[in-house]
């Protein structure tokens, strides 16, 4: 079983218990996922050989509604990260008030030691192994690190295959042509630059020229790059696993897009100058986004930091130690659940259209999208200033409150419910 999530992710569940109206029964209902499940995944590699991989589904919560989370294909994978993020998956639902649970799953595996075939026999075979469990009304997975859209596409195929139908709503991130929406890839970039753009006058101020750096230059944070520089922003650095680039005058993200989509990697940089990794998180910039690791700012290194605030695009960058650090020297973050939502607030509107058959426009998604990453961010904002409480303990109260308000609803049974639907 994997462990107390109090031991993880909890520890931010902990510093926003003074200000909530939870039930100690309550409380000790989400300590534990509903279930956790670890399933062996054979797959035929291309040499004749088998190999047999260990695959994970977590489901932390659906007293909201079905479960919603990712599935990572990584070799760091294990239960207690899967555990640990699916535990940040209902919280991170229930402050965009969705209506849905949190689960997250995945494989232990390095993704680019396989071939293309060879990573959609696993990806089938994940499906396989735990397709009793999932379903548009019961568990519905969507992609993460290394999984695309390509990999939706050839789990949610093999889904309707097994249950002899056709269920779209299953799996969200799919490709458009099997009912995936416009826009689901630029969601969480575009959700952040949403959060930022309501909060920078209150952490940076009101300057006109706002500088910022970025660790991460993959899906979400290449494109944030992109939105805030097109939004008048200077990117001063960016990095990724094979270099850090810095331009005090702003860096061409246009440029360095090209050449990272052309070569791979941001290394040979055709704009800016290489600093070490460790240099780009102490820069003096109005904010730092860490867009890559968990734990990229640590006990070790957080009294470094000299930006102003920091937007947590990656899922928890900051550790509950370097919080403390940070709290004390007045630097503000925007944590996670809130700053790294509009995908799976996205995911929530495929869903919602598959369900309904219907299509909406790419600008119907992106308004709707920035309409609700505004709301809650607002609500966060004022819990925030109303309570005298940082920024993350505002979101995990609201999320904890909405959390309990459903889970007390359910009444006193449901809490002895272990797994409920479960096969
Ligand atoms: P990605 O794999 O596309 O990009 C990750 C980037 O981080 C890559 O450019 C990689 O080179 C870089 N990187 C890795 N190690 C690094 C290091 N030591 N220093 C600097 N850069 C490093 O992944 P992504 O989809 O952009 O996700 C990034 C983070 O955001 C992850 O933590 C993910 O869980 C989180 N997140 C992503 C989404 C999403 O929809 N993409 C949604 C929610 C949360």
Redesign the pocket.
């Known amino acids: 079983m994997p462990d107390d999530l109090f031991a993880v992710s909890g520890q931010r569940l902990v510093a926003s218990l003074d200000h909530s109206r939870i039930a100690d029964e309550t409380l000790v209902r989400l300590r534990r996922p509903v279930s956790s499940v670890e399933v062996s995944i054979p797959v035929r590699m291309d040499d004749g050989s088998l190999a047999v991989f260990p695959g994970f589904r977590v489901r932390h919560d659906s007293t909201r509604g079905p479960a919603k989370g990712?599935v990572?294909f990584s070799a760091g994978v294990s239960r207690r990260e899967v555990a640990d993020?699916a535990f940040r998956m209902t919280f991170k639902a229930a402050l965009l008030d969705l209506p849905f649970g949190g689960a997250k799953g995945g494989v232990t595996v390095d993704p680019g030691q396989l071939s293309p075939g060879e990573l959609e026999r696993l990806s089938r075979g994940w499906v396989g192994a735990l397709a009793d469990l999932l379903g548009p009304d019961r568990d519905i997975p969507a992609?993460?690190?290394?999984t695309n859209e390509q990999v939706m596409g050839w789990m949610s195929d093999e889904f309707d295959k097994i249950r002899r139908a056709h269920l779209p709503a299953a799996f969200t991130g799919k490709p458009i042509a099997l009912g995936g929406v416009p826009g689901r890839?630029s969601?969480?970039?575009d959700g952040a630059f949403h959060v930022i753009r309501e909060l920078g006058d209150e952490l940076i101020g009101k300057e006109s020229e706002r500088t910022v750096a970025i660790?991460?230059?993959?899906?979400?944070?290449?494109q944030l790059a992109s939105r805030l520089h097109e939004a008048g922003w200077k990117v001063v650095a960016v990095?990724?696993?094979?270099a850090?680039v810095l331009d005090e005058q702003g860096l061409d993200i246009p440029a360095l897009r090209r050449h990272k989509d052309e070569s791979g990697?941001?290394a040979g940089p055709p704009s800016g100058t290489q600093i070490e990794?460790d240099e780009?998180l102490a820069l003096d910039v109005d904010l730092l986004v860490p867009?890559?690791?968990?734990g990229?700012i640590n006990e070790g290194n957080a009294r470094d930091v000299r930006a102003r605030a920091i937007v947590e695009?990656?899922?928890?960058?900051v550790t509950p130690e370097a919080d403390e650090i940070l709290d004390s020297r007045g630097v503000e973050v925007i944590p996670?659940i809130l700053a790294?939502?509009?995908?799976?607030t996205v995911s929530w509107f495929e869903w919602v259209q598959n369900r309904q058959g219907d299509r909406w426009t790419a600008r119907k998604t992106a308004r709707r999208l920035e309409k609700r990453m505004v709301r809650e961010t607002r609500r966060v904002a004022e819990l925030s200033s109303e309570r005298g409480i940082p920024l993350r303990t505002a979101a995990w109260v609201l999320a904890l409150d909405r959390l309990a308000e459903a889970m007390e609803a359910t009444g006193t049974e449901s809490l002895f419910r272990n797994g409920g639907d479960q096969p």
Request: aromatic share 2%.
């Open positions: 990712g990572r993020l992609p993460d690190v290394a890839s969601a969480t970039s660790q991460g230059f993959g899906n979400a944070g290449s990095s990724d696993s094979s850090a990697a941001l990794g780009l867009a890559a690791l968990g990229a695009v990656a899922n928890g960058p996670d790294n939502a509009g995908g799976v």
